[in-house]
């Protein structure tokens, strides 16, 4: 029979055990064309623009007014 623990395993333990693996928030930085918030060293995404030029195309919303009759 394999040896149990003596005693229980008390919450501060448990949780001290626990404390690195906790979320941690993003480091988020203001893009300089559009002024959104974005993730550093990434394009924007909401403008498409990186280190002060446009890497991505963004796609423009068409509006359906001349299938609709």
Known sequence: MPP???RRRTNTRNA???S???MKLKNL???PACDN???P???C??????NGRQVIQ???RSTNQDTEE
């Open 4 to 6: 149990l623990p003596k």
């Open 58 to 60: 963004q796609k423009t």
């Open 16 to 18: 001290k055990r626990l």
């Open 37 to 39: 918030a974005k993730l």
């Open 20 to 22: 690195h693996t906790a």
């Open 45 to 50: 995404p909401s403008c498409g623009t990186y």
């Open 41 to 43: 060293h990434q394009a």
């Open 29 to 31: 930085s203001r893009c």
